[in-house]
């Protein structure tokens, strides 16, 4: 099974400043690998898949990059719509698909 | 735009069955995409507990496998998950979602609350 680890597990971030996810995992899983956002008490959505792909309706200010065991999702121009926790998934080898354990963004 | 929406009791007693329902709009599960199941205990973070083809191949994650079933519907539209011998452990909020062709999850229900107990 791959673990992801994500870091930190709490991120503070001023209006406007930029917000930088980090997600490793225990073996390669290429670029099979996507970030998602949940929002209290909302669903998780979709944010990047193929580790640098935006889903349909996501803002241009959320990119992904990385590949094999490195991964980073970068948020630029923070807004207070963006508090939420972050996940990350790989889905190279499957089953099982697995997460990482989430990264809460707060708005200072 | 599809839409997902879990169906089930809320409250399971343990030693128990616990049984949701996922009804599809806007897509029609026949035409491809998996379809699965993911928790989410309160407080924590998300767990994957399987996925069905379309076509009725299933995969489940090896740590609830022995307990697990997921099937699907199509004359519905619908999919449905079991999960036996429940406990406390197994309180959750279960979202029903569909997996793209490699394995992202690009839809999502809104979630169903099942708590286990007596």
């Known amino acids: 099974e791959v673990v992801l680890t994500q870091s930190p597990a709490t991120l503070s971030v001023s209006p406007g400043d930029r917000a930088t996810l980090t997600c490793r995992a225990s073996?390669?899983?290429?670029?099979?690998f996507a970030w998602y956002q949940q929002r209290p008490g909302q669903a998780p959505r979709l944010l990047i898949y193929?580790?640098?792909a935006r889903a349909t309706g996501v803002p241009a200010r959320f990119s992904g990059s990385g590949s094999g065991t490195e991964f980073t999702l970068t948020i630029t121009s923070l807004q207070s719509e963006d508090v939420a926790v972050y996940y990350c998934?790989?889905?190279?080898?499957?089953?099982?698909?697995?997460f990482g354990q989430g990264t809460r963004l707060e708005v200072k | 735009q599809v839409q997902l929406q879990e169906s089930g009791p809320g409250l399971v007693k343990p030693s128990e069955t616990l049984s949701l329902t996922c009804a599809v709009s806007?897509?029609?599960?026949?035409?491809?995409?998996?379809w699965g199941w993911i928790r989410q205990p309160p407080g924590k973070g998300l767990e994957w507990i399987g996925s069905i083809y379309h076509s009725g191949s299933t995969y489940y994650n090896p740590s609830l496998k022995s307990r697990v079933t997921i099937s699907v519907d199509t004359s519905k539209n619908q999919f449905s998950l079991k999960l036996s011998s429940v406990t406390a452990a197994d309180t959750a909020v279960y979202y029903c979602?569909?997996?793209?062709?490699?394995?992202?999850?690009?839809?999502w229900g809104q979630g169903t609350l099942v708590t286990v107990s007596s």
């Open positions: 193929g580790a640098s």
């Open positions: 073996q390669s899983v290429s670029s099979n």
């Open positions: 979602a569909r997996n793209s062709g490699s394995g992202c999850v690009d839809y």
């Open positions: 998934q790989q889905y190279h080898n499957w089953p099982p698909i697995t």
């Open positions: 806007g897509y029609s599960i026949s035409s491809g995409y998996y």
